[in-house]
């Protein structure tokens, strides 16, 4: 587990830099009306890390498999309101201190913690260590769709 708090660390230090160079305009220009813009996806990004937040504590203080479900990504992004409520630079620090938020979480779970279950909704069950690689895996993703884009 000390590698993907390491890894999240690393992913939070090294897009932060990238993440403050590009320019406001930049940051709110969307592809297409209904496409996310890179500050949106990074919202998308605040909301995963709320998200997750959430289910990591639940599942490290569960006793038994407890049922995980998803949430309706499109309507947190426009709940929130990314796009007219935040500078780029508010959003990006949302995203560091839920990311470091976050970390803490990790790093007071033990390796039992990380083998304990948790049920997906299609019913399969998963580990707290799968859940979180699964969610640096997503953030990966979606910092490297703002570089590209």
């Avoid at 992913?11 to 949106?40: G, M, Q, T, V």
């Avoid at 779970?109 to 083998?115: Q, V």
Wanted: charged share 30%; net charge positive.
């Amino acid at each position: 587990m000390k590698n993907a708090v390491e890894e999240l660390t690393r992913l939070i230090e090294n897009h932060e830099k990238e993440l403050f160079s590009i320019s406001e305009h930049e940051f709110n220009a969307k592809p297409l009306p209904e496409k996310w813009s890179k500050k949106e996806i990074l919202g998308h990004l605040c909301d995963s890390a709320s998200n997750n937040h959430r289910r990591f504590i639940i599942i490290k203080h569960s006793t038994s498999p407890v049922k995980i479900e998803s949430y309706a990504q499109n309507d947190w992004v426009t709940a929130n309101q990314y796009q007219k409520a935040f500078s780029h630079m508010d959003v990006i620090h949302l995203w560091k201190l839920l990311n470091k938020q976050i970390i803490h979480v990790l790093n007071s779970c033990t390796s039992l913690d990380f083998k304990k279950r948790f049920q997906k909704e299609d019913q399969s069950t998963e580990t707290l260590q799968w859940l979180v690689d699964d969610y640096i895996q997503h953030m990966r993703h979606h910092l490297e769709q703002i570089r590209k884009k």
